[in-house]
């Protein structure tokens, strides 16, 4: 899984099951929209995200809302918790013992 | 609307137009979003993007469907091989006929096939992995080899043989 994916599965983490737009989540994770889109795709292509057009205010056209499935959300926690325990720093020779 | 935004409005709403249908939610959840981008240069590189990831995906589409073809294709060579194979095999077991029977006409009609076959086989080839190819292209090649040996035998040595 690439560090951009696991960028969006921890800006989904931090909500939930609440509904996010594209721009916003480019904006928390610093991730143009030619990267953030395509991993949409691909969430939304294994179901682990869905989507839904949300009215907005009159006269400002409708906006795409993305969110985990509980599959996606289930996922996003064993990868964000992977990465952590991957990248978590360990002390040299083993540690320092008490 | 100033004239960076209106452009960048125009070239995703172009692109969006021509992605194939499955793609266009997608496109247009892109263009709509370019609504709540306060910076025009920031909506045109927004803009530019989006055109990047659904000419990315169609690509991505694309790879799919020729390797959807090139799997069938080479599964057809296997087939078209070893039906040229077996049909020559079939001709030691019978005694030759005044005219071409049936079975000369399946061995000519596996080989005429196999060409077109074997050109879309290779245009559809993933290259990056060649052993997968090669081996698929040798199996064909020492079966067609086979064949036309078992072939040339045939007419040549056993038939004057047996059936004098």
Redesign the interface.
């Given at each position: 899984m690439s560090p951009q994916t696991r960028q969006v599965l921890s800006e989904f983490l931090q909500d939930g099951r609440s509904w996010k737009y594209g721009y916003d989540i480019s904006r928390n994770t610093g991730l143009k929209s030619g990267t953030l889109y395509p991993i949409l795709m691909r969430l939304a292509g294994h179901a682990l995200l869905e989507r839904r057009w949300e009215e907005s205010e009159p006269g400002r056209p409708p906006r795409h809302m993305y969110r985990l499935t509980a599959e996606g959300l289930r996922y996003a926690r064993e990868q964000v918790l992977h990465s952590k325990r991957v990248l978590a720093p360990r002390p040299a020779f083993g540690g320092v013992k008490n | 609307m100033t004239l960076v935004r209106r452009l960048a409005l125009r070239i995703l709403n172009a692109t969006v137009r021509r992605a194939r249908p499955e793609l266009q939610?997608?496109g247009?959840?892109?263009s709509?979003?370019m609504?709540?981008?306060e910076n025009d240069w920031a909506a045109l590189?927004?803009?530019?993007?989006?055109?990047?990831?659904v000419i990315?995906?169609r690509k991505g589409a694309d790879m799919m469907r020729a390797q959807q073809i090139n799997r069938v294709s080479g599964k057809i060579l296997i087939v078209l091989s070893l039906i040229a194979l077996f049909t020559v095999l079939s001709g030691y077991f019978q005694a030759p006929q005044p005219d071409e029977g049936a079975g000369a006409h399946i061995f000519q009609l596996s080989v005429v096939a196999l060409v077109p076959t074997i050109l879309l086989f290779l245009t559809t080839a993933d290259w990056a992995k060649p052993s997968r190819n090669a081996r698929l292209l040798a199996f064909t090649g020492v079966t067609m080899a086979l064949a036309f040996g078992a072939l040339y035998y045939l007419e040549h040595y056993f038939y004057t043989e047996h059936f004098r």
């Open positions: - | 939610e997608w247009l959840a892109m709509r979003e609504d709540f981008i590189f927004w803009a530019i993007g989006s055109v990047k990831s990315a995906s």
